[in-house]
C-alpha cells in the first residue's frame, strides 16, 4: 500500500463508520419516534443512511481494506474512524427494554451531522480521489431531502413550547461539547488535506459554523465558541462502551452463522 | 451468423422483463436504470445506476439481470462471460424516466415529477387520478427510498410521487 493510499483509506474509514453509526442509532428509533409519518421517513433516512456507509465501504474494499461485510461486521471498536458523539446512545435502555430515548437530543444531532456532512459532500466534489468525487454526488441527491428533514424539526420544536425550548437547548449544549470530534479529521488530518481528498478541518469547521449560526439566527438562538471533543477523538481510535455494545448488536446475525452470511 | 447489434436489440429486450420488485409493473430500462451496455468477443457488460443508494431492491435486481441474460445469450455463445455492475456514475435522476415508464407508473397512482427539476425549486407535481395541480406534500420519504406520500386537495385521493431526484452537477463537465 501506498503512503497516499493509506491517507485515502483514513479518510473514508472516517466517512464510512460516521455514516454507519449514525444509521444504526437512527435505526433503533423504529417504531419509537413521536409519530407514524416520522417512523416512515425516519426509516427512510437511515435505509439511505447505511447505503452511503456502505458505498464507501466498496471503495475500501476496492482499496484492499477487506470485504464489505467483514468491513462493517468483524472490525474491533478500537478499529473504528466513526466520532464518539455518533456511537452515543439515543437515551437509558435499549431499543427492545424500556427506551427512554431522548428526541431532541436526536434531532440536533442529526441536524448538526446533517450540516457537516453537507459540506464535506460539497468538498468531495472537488476531491483529488475521483471514486470520491462520483460518490459524493451520489449522496448529495439524497442527502438533500435528509439536511430538510432536520431543519424542519429543528425549527418547529425550537419555536414551540418552553419546555420544548428548554430540552432542545440543552441538547444543543451537549452536542456542541463533543461535536469537534465530527469535524476532526483525526491525526492524518494535514496529510489529507494536503492531498486535497478533502478540506481542511479548520476550513470545514469555519464553513459549518457559519452555517449553523445561520440555521440558529432564524430561531433566535445563538451560542459563543468552537464545538468541544470532551470525550475523545474517535478518529484515533478512542471509543466509549455505547459503540462496543451497539457493535455487538449490528454484528449478532453475521458472528452467529458465518456460512449463512455469504448465502 | 448473428452480428453484435443483433445481440444487443437482444439484450435490451431481456432487460425489459427485469423489474424493479417494489415496483413490478415498470422495467429497469424505463426506470432509466440501463446506463450501458458493452458487448465484446468474450463478455457482455452492463452497466446498472441504482435509483437510490440504500435501496435493498438492488442485490436482488442485479441477481435478476444476471439470470436472464445468462439464460438468454445461452442461443447466441455459451462462452461470454457476463458481467452486471452497479455504478453510480452518473447518479440516478428522476430525469432519466421514459415516457412509457412514466405512464405505467401514472396508471399505478405513481406521479413522476417534472424531469427538469432542479434543486431547491419547488415541485410540479400532478395527481396521477385527476391532474390536479392542487396537492399537498405529506411525507417526502413515502414507503420506499423512491417514492413519496402526497394528498390530492381535488379529488380527496392520497397518492405517490417518485421522489424529484436532481444532479446538481449535470451540466459540469468532468
Ligand atoms: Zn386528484
Not at chain 1, 451520489?138 to 419555536?159: A, C, G, P, R, S
Not at chain 2, 427485469?18 to 452492463?46: A, H, K, R, S, W
Not at chain 2, 405529506?138 to 392520497?158: V, W
Request: aromatic residues 10%; proline residues 4%; charged residues 25%.
Amino acid at each position: 500500500m501506498t503512503k497516499d493510499n493509506k491517507y485515502i483509506s483514513e479518510l473514508i474509514y472516517q466517512l464510512a463508520d460516521d455514516n454507519f453509526i449514525h444509521s444504526y442509532r437512527g435505526s433503533e428509533w423504529l417504531g419509537l419516534a413521536p409519530h407514524i409519518e416520522e417512523d416512515v421517513a425516519f426509516s427512510s433516512i437511515n435505509q439511505d443512511t447505511m447505503g452511503h456507509a456502505s458505498m464507501y465501504f466498496e471503495l475500501l474494499e476496492t482499496l484492499g481494506e477487506g470485504s464489505v461485510d467483514e468491513l462493517s461486521h468483524n472490525r474491533k471498536p478500537k478499529d473504528f474512524r466513526n466520532a464518539i458523539i455518533l456511537e452515543e446512545a439515543n437515551g437509558s435502555g435499549t431499543y427492545l427494554d424500556q427506551p427512554e430515548y431522548d428526541w431532541a437530543f436526536t434531532v440536533i444531532r442529526h441536524l448538526f451531522f446533517g450540516v457537516l456532512k453537507e459540506i464535506r459532500l460539497e468538498s468531495l466534489n472537488q476531491s483529488s480521489y475521483e471514486p470520491l468525487i462520483h460518490t459524493s454526488r451520489k449522496i448529495q441527491t439524497e442527502q438533500y431531502y435528509h439536511l430538510m428533514h432536520w431543519k424542519t424539526w429543528f425549527t418547529q420544536l425550537m419555536l414551540s413550547t418552553q419546555e420544548a425550548r428548554d430540552k432542545m437547548e440543552q441538547a444543543i449544549s451537549r452536542v456542541w461539547r463533543d461535536f469537534g470530534g465530527v469535524i476532526s479529521l483525526g491525526k492524518y488530518g494535514k496529510e489529507i488535506s494536503d492531498l486535497k481528498l478533502i478540506a481542511s478541518e479548520d476550513e470545514l469547521r469555519s464553513e459549518w459554523l457559519r452555517r449553523i449560526h445561520q440555521i440558529f439566527d432564524q430561531v433566535g438562538f445563538s451560542i459563543e465558541g468552537n464545538p468541544g471533543m470532551e470525550q475523545g477523538n474517535g478518529r484515533n481510535g478512542e471509543h466509549t462502551e455505547d459503540l462496543t455494545s451497539a457493535l455487538n448488536i449490528l454484528s449478532e446475525v453475521y458472528h452467529s452463522d458465518i456460512d449463512a452470511v455469504t448465502w | 451468423m448473428n452480428n453484435i447489434s443483433d445481440l444487443e436489440l437482444e439484450i435490451f429486450r431481456t432487460l425489459e422483463n427485469v423489474t424493479d420488485p417494489e415496483m413490478p409493473y415498470i422495467n429497469v430500462v424505463e426506470l432509466g436504470m440501463v446506463e450501458e451496455v458493452e458487448i465484446d468477443d468474450n463478455q457482455v457488460f452492463i452497466k446498472l445506476l441504482p435509483t437510490f443508494s440504500g435501496c435493498p431492491a438492488l442485490d436482488m435486481i442485479k441477481g435478476d439481470v444476471l439470470r436472464k441474460i445468462k439464460e438468454e445469450i445461452k442461443r447466441w455463445n455459451a462462452s461470454l462471460d457476463i458481467e452486471v455492475k452497479f455504478s453510480f456514475n452518473p447518479p440516478w435522476t428522476t430525469k432519466r424516466i421514459s415516457e412509457e415508464g412514466r405512464r405505467k407508473l401514472k396508471m399505478n397512482g405513481i406521479a413522476s415529477p417534472d424531469s427538469e427539476h432542479k434543486h431547491g425549486h419547488s415541485w410540479e407535481i400532478d395527481c396521477p387520478y385527476c391532474d390536479s395541480t392542487h396537492v399537498t406534500m405529506e411525507n417526502i420519504f413515502g414507503p420506499t427510498a423512491c417514492r413519496s406520500i402526497l394528498y390530492c386537495n381535488e379529488c380527496k385521493n392520497p397518492f405517490e410521487a417518485m421522489k424529484p431526484v436532481a444532479n446538481l452537477y449535470e451540466k459540469v463537465d468532468l
